[in-house]
C-alpha cells in the first residue's frame, strides 16, 4: 500500500523567509514518482515537479528547490525567499504501479497550507 | 487549448436528489479520473478510466456513478445526494495510467448537500 504523510499542516512565515515543506512517503514498489502539486486561492491545482526513484539528484527552478531522499523516504520541498504569492496549499503525491488494474495509482498527503505574510 | 474543464463550479442539492458533474479535456489524453477534496484528507479517487467505454472504480465510489463514452467526456453522477457528499470535485486527466505522467486538473465543482 503506498501512503504518503504531510505532517505540517499549517505553516505561516514573512514575507522572504525560507520555508520546506515536508513529505514522507511509505512504498513497497522499486518504481514509483513522486509529484508535487501547488493549490492557489483559487482553487485549482498546479502541477510543480516530477521525480522518479531512480533519480536522486536535487532540483532547483528559481525560488524552488526539491531534495529527495530514498535513504528517510522524503521529497522535500524548499522556497528561497518566500512571497505572498506561494500562498497556497501544497500537496506532494506518490504514484506507483496499481498491480490490481495494471495501470497506476496516486496517493496525494494531506496538504500543507502555506501563508506567507507581507 | 481549454484543458480541462468542468461544470458547475458551485452546486447546492436537497439530500436524494441526483445529479452530474460534467468534465471535459480537449487534450486527447487516455486517462481520466474524478477525486474529493476534503478538509485535512487530501484528494480521494472516486472512479477513473484508462480509455473510453473503460470505467473502474477508486477509493471511495460509493454513491457516484462514472461513464466514459467518448476520450473527451467523463461525467460523473450522483446518484441520490446524501450530506456526506459535501465536498470539492475534481476531474483530472493524463496522458496514460502510467505512473510517470502528471495528471492536469479541472477547476472543480464545488458540491453542498444540505
Known amino acids: 500500500a503506498q501512503k504518503v504523510t504531510q505532517a505540517q499542516t499549517e505553516i505561516s512565515v514573512v514575507e522572504k523567509e525560507d520555508v520546506t515543506l515536508d513529505c514522507v512517503y511509505e512504498t513497497r514498489d522499486t518504481t514509483y514518482y513522486l509529484f508535487w502539486y501547488k493549490q492557489p486561492p483559487s482553487g485549482e491545482l498546479v502541477f510543480l515537479i516530477r521525480r522518479n526513484s531512480f533519480d536522486e539528484q536535487n532540483e532547483i527552478s528559481g525560488r524552488y528547490s526539491w531534495n529527495f531522499q530514498k535513504s528517510t523516504s522524503s521529497f522535500n520541498f524548499t522556497i528561497t525567499a518566500s512571497q505572498v504569492v506561494d500562498s497556497a496549499v501544497y500537496f506532494c503525491?506518490?504514484?506507483?504501479?496499481?498491480?490490481?488494474?495494471?495501470?497506476?495509482?496516486?496517493?496525494f498527503g494531506e496538504g500543507t497550507q502555506l501563508t506567507v505574510n507581507p | 487549448n481549454a484543458g480541462v474543464t468542468q461544470t458547475p463550479k458551485f452546486q447546492v442539492l436537497k439530500t436524494g436528489q441526483s445529479m452530474t458533474l460534467q468534465c471535459a479535456q480537449d487534450m486527447n489524453h487516455e486517462y481520466m479520473s474524478w477525486y474529493r477534496q476534503d478538509p485535512g484528507m487530501g484528494l480521494r479517487l472516486i472512479h477513473y478510466?484508462?480509455?473510453?467505454?473503460?470505467?473502474d472504480q477508486g477509493e471511495v465510489p460509493n454513491g457516484y456513478n462514472v461513464s466514459r463514452s467518448t476520450t473527451e467526456d467523463f461525467p460523473l453522477r450522483l446518484l441520490s445526494a446524501a450530506p456526506s457528499q459535501t465536498s470539492v470535485y475534481f476531474c483530472?486527466?493524463?496522458?496514460?495510467?502510467?505512473?510517470?505522467?502528471?495528471?492536469?486538473f479541472g477547476p472543480g465543482t464545488r458540491l453542498t448537500v444540505t
Open positions: 503525491a506518490l504514484s506507483g504501479p496499481d498491480k490490481e488494474t495494471s495501470g497506476s495509482r496516486l496517493t
Open positions: 483530472a486527466s493524463s496522458y496514460s495510467s502510467a505512473s510517470e505522467y502528471e495528471q492536469y
Open positions: 478510466s484508462v480509455g473510453a467505454g473503460i470505467t
